[in-house]
């Protein structure tokens, strides 16, 4: 991911892993639980649906949506790299995350 940085008074563009520290500001981003998450793929990005699981009714289930995000295959996929070393150093502290039980499927999977 590149981000725009000021050295000098010339603006250019540096990738993240160039820099020592990234400042971002946090104050007025929403803030959503989400303990559900749907993801669809399309050519040019994929589409992530977050929610909030309600209720289970038999083989149903009440889900509020908090928010779509959109990202591009490039970051969907530095995302999965993310995920995956975050992964490896949260298990290397606290140990193995144990997989979820079977849920019911809403989506094609």
């Known amino acids: 991911m ?3 940085v000021q050295k000098t008074g010339e603006a250019r563009l540096r990738r993240t892993s ?6 971002v500001n946090r104050d007025e981003a929403p ?3 989400s303990n559900s998450i749907i993801i669809t793929p399309a050519f040019f ?9 309600l209720e289970v009714r038999g083989d149903e289930m009440v889900i509020r ?3 779509v ?3 591009s295959p490039q970051h969907a996929k530095a995302l999965f790299e993310l995920l ?9 502290l ?3 995350i144990p997989k979820a039980p079977d849920e019911p499927k809403i989506a094609d999977e």
Request: proline share 0%; charged share 35%; no cysteine.
């Open 45 to 53: 990005d994929f589409r992530m649906e977050f929610g909030e699981v």
């Open 69 to 71: 995000i959109y990202i």
């Open 2 to 4: 590149a981000v725009k």
């Open 18 to 23: 160039e820099l020592s520290r990234v400042l």
């Open 31 to 33: 803030r959503y639980y």
């Open 84 to 92: 995956k070393g975050r992964i490896a150093l949260y298990e290397g």
């Open 65 to 67: 949506e908090q928010a």
């Open 94 to 96: 606290f140990g193995e």
